[in-house]
């Protein structure tokens, strides 16, 4: 249904041979009592002109107007440029015809027609109140819409931080299983150690309580003696001291890094506090290949070509980790046996790292994804997917960049380049 029909005033329309005499009477009948103006319309039905009480004002006021006009037909002085809006247009098309056409003061009424064929007047007035009765209901909508947009925009915001959040959680969860994994593993040596020495000091007791006995023989000192023999045979002491060492060593470093991740974690969104120092990168690797060394021993070979580079400004555990998640990841492609070649060399404007495996390699539809969180081609359990994007966000932050290329079946070569500083004047030694 039309808005506009429910606008248009079932007002009579006049023919173009009625007098202004006719007109004007009419004008003061109750039924034109708001009338500005009314339609004049052909035996069609269709609207020729338009007619307004100013227009009749005008022609009376006139010296002997009533004589003179009243008798003489409309269509002599009626208005032909129609003011007439279709009855199926919107309220909106409607408003902006008349809003264009009305001239001040306001003079005339509208009329609405439908095809050209007369089907009402309407007051400008009315339709310019609906109007505007509209246009605040939609600005209520759209207020409402705004508000509505507002706290869903809010809600995104939200949850895209929570999955920014995830992601870090699981970034730092990542970094933390693998100095664990090591400690683990070292405190299990030394489990192992413990349980040995075990075996040792009681051989030793035996023997103790052999020797004091009243009643000892040589035979049972010389059995004493052999299961203390037997008893240490089993563990090489000396090199059980040494390693020993290497394994607290280890385990600190382990459980620094941890530590160090948990403020990185309180941290998180202040880069500028971490640890910047001037660092040696082929003391990283040395680092990071002595952290990596379970992972990587019996099936890789390490091949060392580390020149004399000069130190940068970084933050060392940062850089450490980037090279543990290269090596653990050559470690992870090389199915039995392989090499890990790691070179250092510097120019001008940066150090460089190479870190190349041969490995199983990458196939060129995932070489494009390897550095998107999550991306990972290895068994629920053993890969998050996160080190390679964790290293990539690492490398950008501290100015530098990360190549790659890879052939299936061949290996993958990682080339990190870091800027230089201005501290480039100190030189590390070449391992
Ligand atoms: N040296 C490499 N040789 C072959 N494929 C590699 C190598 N490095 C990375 N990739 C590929 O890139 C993927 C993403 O590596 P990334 O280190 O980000 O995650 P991941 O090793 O799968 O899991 P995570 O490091 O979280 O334990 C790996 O799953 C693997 O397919
Ligand atoms: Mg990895």
Request: glycine letters at 4%.
């Amino acid at each position: 249904m039309s808005v506009l029909r429910a606008f248009a005033a079932n007002i009579p329309c006049f023919k173009p041979t009625d007098t202004i005499n006719t007109v004007a009477d009419a004008f003061l009948s109750p039924v034109y009592k708001n009338c500005l103006s009314v339609a004049v319309v052909n035996e069609q039905q269709q609207v020729v002109g338009m007619i307004s009480r100013h227009q009749l004002n005008d022609i009376f006021l006139k010296k002997f107007g009533r004589d003179l006009f009243g008798e003489r037909v409309v269509s002599d002085f009626m208005r032909r440029d129609v003011l007439a809006v279709d009855v199926d247009c919107s309220l909106s098309t409607a408003a902006a015809f008349i809003s264009k056409h009305m001239v001040f003061p306001l003079s005339e009424d509208f009329v609405i027609t439908d095809e050209g064929f007369y089907v009402g007047m309407a007051a400008v007035l009315h339709l310019l109140s609906a109007m505007e009765k509209q246009i605040s209901q939609s600005s209520a909508d759209l207020n409402r819409a705004y508000q509505q947009l507002s706290s869903s925009q809010a809600q995104l915001v939200q949850s895209e931080k929570m999955a920014a959040l995830g992601q870090m959680v699981a970034g730092v969860a990542h970094e933390i299983n693998t100095p664990l994994g090591y400690v683990n593993n070292n405190i299990e040596m030394v489990r192992e150690f413990f349980a040995q020495m075990q075996f040792i000091v009681n051989a030793h007791e035996q023997l103790a309580n052999t020797l004091l006995a009243p009643n000892t023989s040589d035979i049972d000192v010389a059995e004493s003696l052999a299961a203390l023999d037997d008893a240490k045979s089993d563990m090489d002491l000396t090199q059980w001291f040494m390693d020993l060492d290497t394994l607290f060593n280890d385990t600190f470093y382990g459980v620094e890094q941890i530590s160090e991740l948990v403020t990185g974690l309180k941290d998180f969104s202040r880069v500028d506090q971490a640890v910047t120092d001037n660092v040696s990168l082929n003391d990283c690797i040395d680092n990071a290949l002595l952290i990596a060394r379970n992972t990587l021993k019996y099936k890789v070979e390490v091949i060392k070509r580390l020149e004399n580079i000069p130190k940068i400004r970084c933050t060392a555990s940062q850089i450490n980790q980037v090279l543990l998640n290269l090596f653990t990841n050559a470690s992870q492609a090389i199915k039995d046996k392989g090499y890990l070649l790691i070179k250092t060399w510097s120019d001008a404007s940066s150090v460089y790292v190479s870190v190349q495996d041969t490995g199983c390699g990458i196939s060129p539809e995932n070489l494009s994804r390897i550095f998107d969180p999550f991306f990972t081609t290895k068994p629920v359990g053993e890969g998050t997917g996160l080190g390679l994007s964790i290293t990539f966000k690492i490398i950008q932050q501290h100015g530098g960049s990360v190549r790659v290329v890879s052939e299936v079946g061949k290996g993958s070569r990682f080339v990190i380049a870091l800027p230089l500083n201005e501290v480039n004047d100190v030189y590390s030694a070449a391992a």
